[in-house]
Nanobody, 126 residues
């Protein structure tokens, strides 16, 4: 049974940092991609980053490029999202997702992911 569990969210001041974790179970990440999405109140779910385990490629939305870093942990079945220089507009529920058929050039589309975590809240506020 595929399961994804996010952790690491919380309240942080503008300019601060957080590291989110996505722990996967029920499958190995070696051949699959893990993506991070976020959804703010009243807004659509936004793809912000993706890690392709098969080739190590990483992808970022323009809104987070240069501030967020996605990586795979030493535990191999964990993917991290290091978030630096956080802004109020980063406030959202953050989800990780994976799926059986990964298409790199549309990594940001939520429709290509079959499995989702429950989400973790990130609030950036002074």
């Amino acid at each position: 049974q595929v399961q994804l569990v996010e952790s690491g969210g919380g309240l942080v001041q503008p300019g601060g940092s957080l590291r989110l974790s996505c722990a996967a179970s029920g499958f190995t990440l070696d051949l699959y991609a893990i993506a991070w999405f976020r959804q703010a109140p009243g807004k659509e779910r936004e793809g912000i980053s993706c890690f392709s385990s098969s080739d190590g490629a990483t992808y970022y939305a323009e809104s987070v490029k240069g501030r967020f870093t996605i990586s795979r942990g030493n535990a191999k079945n964990t993917v991290y999202l290091q978030m630096n220089n956080l802004k109020s507009e980063d406030t959202a529920v953050y989800y990780c997702a994976t799926g059986w058929g990964f298409i790199a050039h549309t990594w940001f589309l939520s429709t290509q992911y079959d499995f989702w975590g429950q989400g973790t809240q990130v609030t950036v506020s002074s």
